[in-house]
């Protein structure tokens, strides 16, 4: 229901498009440079792009964000970008290097369909109610999970940091929602289809949209990550900006 496998296309144009219908797809005969993949979201969505910052080196975790994930650990479903808050990338693009010797496997969902079928007390509390989803150290984010911009587009989110909003009246209540969404990503990843990324492949997703995660894995595994703000997002973030984390902290 909320799984999704993208299509490979080797057009620019139709990935675009499938992102827009689907929410993600795959970029077939890329390079595996760090040009190449600087130049992915350009080709992909052309006068859209507002601002593309340099890509980050994937590794084990990342590179220079504040919390890794090791290669024997399922990486669940998330969002990117969060410590940027309310003004996160609204497109990604993890373009495929070396893609490991065993497992490394990558699943996404679809946020919409998820918040279309869950239970109608957990989206009201999602879409209503603001909570502190602040990484520490970095920009205070104190607002609904799902934001919904002024356009109407909707960003379904889940950070790795959210706790019940300062004064709020039900912290207990809000405590246990924000249990439950995470419990429900967490199932997901356990049970959406998996697919497999290629040297010179490129998964392109909509970021406000789509959830996405990896499955352990052994051997070498490198991809560049790109984040893209595009006219359709939420804002740019002010500063400098990187597909990591390293300029979204505001205390040393």
Not at 41 to 46: E, I, N, P, Q, Y
Not at 107 to 128: C, I, K, Q, V
Not at 206 to 220: A, I, S
């Amino acid at each position: 229901m909320a799984g999704i496998v993208p299509s490979r296309t080797s057009d620019p144009v139709e990935a675009a498009s499938l992102v827009a219908d689907r929410g993600a797809a795959i970029l077939v005969g890329c390079g595996t440079s760090e040009a190449d993949a600087r130049g992915v979201a350009t080709r992909v969505w052309h006068d859209q792009v507002v601002a593309v910052p340099d890509p980050a080196a994937v590794r084990e975790g990342g590179d220079q964000d504040r919390k890794k994930y090791a290669f024997h650990e399922r990486l669940d479903l998330h969002s990117d970008g969060f410590a940027y808050g309310d003004k996160a990338p609204d497109v990604m693009a993890l373009a495929c290097v070396q893609d490991g010797s065993v497992g490394g496997e990558s699943f996404l969902a679809d946020g919409y369909a998820l918040l279309e079928h869950m239970d109608r007390g957990l989206r009201s509390f999602l879409l209503d109610v603001p909570v502190d989803q602040t990484e520490p150290g970095a920009h205070e984010t104190i607002s609904p999970i799902v934001l919904t911009l002024p356009s109407g587009r909707r960003a379904v989110r889940q950070p790795l940091y959210a706790q019940p909003a300062p004064g709020t009246d039900s912290p207990e209540r809000d405590g246990l929602q924000i249990a439950r969404w995470k419990d429900l990503t967490a199932e997901l990843s356990a049970s959406v289809p998996r697919f497999r990324l290629a040297p010179g492949e490129v998964l392109l997703a909509d970021n406000y949209r789509v959830l996405h995660g990896r499955d352990p894995y052994q051997g070498e595994r490198f991809l560049w990550r790109v984040w893209a703000w595009t006219t359709a997002g939420n804002g740019t973030p002010t500063g400098p900006l990187h597909s990591d984390s390293r300029y979204a902290f505001t205390q040393a």
